[in-house]
């Protein structure tokens, strides 16, 4: 039987992720051990895993490298890549925004914007493009973007927002929702069609999951097995 690969995003999705797999009943502990190695293994259930950075996920994805990815609504949107999207998987939720001064709060309609700023180009491309028709220019930014309306480098950003916590505390508001985000499952067109009943039960044992355990609560699984790490690191962690 071959090996079912599933790529995971790096970063803030890997714990929950890692959660659910293991609820799903896939076993992650050598995904847990801290080690250089890059591909992973659950023999019994004769999955692979590997973490890459998030924007790498749909494209190992699209091309067959990985069956299976787990990664964010965003960077979906971003990459634009040809693939399934089986499921919200419902964390890591937070909104896809143009935001600015308050000074232009209700203003959107009336004044012309020229520059946006963003870790976002293609999603603030798409949306000033077809929903507002308006031509402006698009700047990319690593991180950091709330910082642009303040220094003027732009009128208005694109960027996630999840407490709203950076924006309050820059002067800055939400002027627009250009989108909900989450997790999401992706799926390989091919793969789908190969290996179908294997993927169906994954995501079947994946969707129980989340009505058993909404991902939050996840989160406590996860502290506790930190601590566990923490007591009795792995041999490679000495
Ligand atoms: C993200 C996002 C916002 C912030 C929103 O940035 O780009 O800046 O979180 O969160 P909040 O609404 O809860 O304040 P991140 O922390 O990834 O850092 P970055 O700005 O360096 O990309």
Redesign the pocket.
């Known amino acids: 039987m071959r090996y079912i690969t599933i790529a995971l995003s790096k970063g803030r999705l890997t714990e929950l992720s890692i959660s659910l797999l293991e609820g799903a009943g896939i076993d992650c502990s050598e995904l847990k051990e801290s080690s250089r190695k890059l591909i992973l293994t659950d023999e019994k259930n004769r999955i692979r895993f590997f973490l890459a950075k998030p924007a790498d996920v749909p494209v190992y994805v699209e091309y067959g490298a990985a069956d299976i990815g787990i990664v964010g609504k965003d960077t979906l949107l971003e990459e634009g890549r040809d693939l399934y999207e089986v499921l919200n998987l419902g964390f890591a939720k937070c909104r896809m925004c143009v935001a600015g001064p308050k000074e232009l709060e209700g203003k959107m309609d009336s004044i012309a914007i020229t520059r946006v700023a963003t ?1 976002y180009p293609e999603i603030a491309r798409t949306y000033f493009r077809h929903k507002r028709r308006e031509s402006v220019e698009i700047i990319k930014l690593s ?4 910082l642009a309306p303040l220094v003027g480098l732009s009128e208005v950003i694109v ?9 309050k505390e820059n002067g800055l508001v939400v002027l627009d929702t250009i989108a909900d985000i989450s997790a999401r499952m992706v799926v390989n067109r091919v793969s789908m069609k190969m290996e179908n009943q294997r993927i169906r039960k994954l995501i079947d044992a994946i969707r129980g999951q989340l009505e058993r355990a909404p991902p939050l609560s996840l989160r406590g699984k996860w502290q506790s097995m930190r601590l566990f790490r923490w007591l009795c690191p792995p041999r490679n962690d000495i």
Do not use: Q, W
Request: proline share 0%.
């Open positions: 870790k991180g950091s973007v709330e960027d996630l927002v999840e407490t709203g916590r950076t924006l």
